[in-house]
């Protein structure tokens, strides 16, 4: 009886030791999956930038305004605020839905007054030429044509923004001073990740 009794606590000693090590095997498994894996751990691989989409519609609002919009149908002088962010990576499309040739780019702006029947309505960017991160779709010399589309992709850095601290910025169509002549460009704001 004593050999018998031993050996049932022996299996029950083997089966709680083997219940123990399948536990341990779990909880370190899980914990691997979890914390240690390659890939999970930004500091231990290489670290994914965010990205975002944004797709703008650009045209003829009548003969002597032009606009931006986030549809076909809401065109708008000035166009609708981008709040852009910083390290992270954006993808922006234009649709040129006018009739005329334009383009799409950020620039550094410098501000001038906009007087409407001799009244002061609000600001515009008077400087056109100064491209920033890179965020530009076409050029004056190759615009976005009516009825197509240009896509770029950009990330603003801290040392972009930190590089002209004062700066401020907007996107405008570069051609032909739509800008400046036909209020074609739309306000944006930068803000730290």
């Known amino acids: 009886m004593n050999q018998e009794?031993?050996?049932?606590?022996?299996?029950?000693?083997?089966i709680y030791a083997l219940t123990i090590v399948i536990i341990a095997i779990l909880i370190f498994g899980s914990v691997y999956y979890v914390f240690?894996?390659?890939?999970?751990?930004?500091?231990?691989s290489t670290y994914s930038i965010p990205s975002k989409r944004l797709t703008l519609y650009e045209g003829e609002i009548n003969a002597t305004t032009y606009g931006f919009g986030t549809s076909p149908n809401d065109l708008s002088s000035p166009g609708p605020m981008l709040n852009l962010t910083q390290d992270i990576t954006y993808t922006v499309t234009v649709y040129n839905i006018g009739t005329k040739p334009h383009n799409w780019a950020i620039i550094g702006a410098q501000w001038a007054p906009i007087v409407t029947n001799g009244a002061l309505t609000s600001l515009k960017p008077i400087s056109t030429t100064f491209v920033q991160f890179s965020a530009?779709?076409?050029?004056?010399a190759a615009p976005i044509q009516p009825e197509s589309s240009g896509t770029v992709t950009f990330t603003i850095t801290p040392d972009d923004v930190n590089q002209y601290p004062s700066l401020t910025y907007a996107y405008?169509?570069?051609?032909?001073?739509?800008?400046?002549?036909?209020?074609?460009?739309?306000?944006i704001t930068v803000y730290s990740a």
């Open 172 to 187: 405008c169509s570069q051609f032909s001073q739509d800008a400046n002549s036909f209020n074609m460009w739309g306000p």
């Open 5 to 14: 009794r031993t050996a049932n606590n022996s299996r029950r000693l083997g």
């Open 36 to 44: 240690i894996r390659p890939g999970s751990n930004p500091k231990a």
């Open 136 to 140: 530009q779709i076409g050029s004056d």
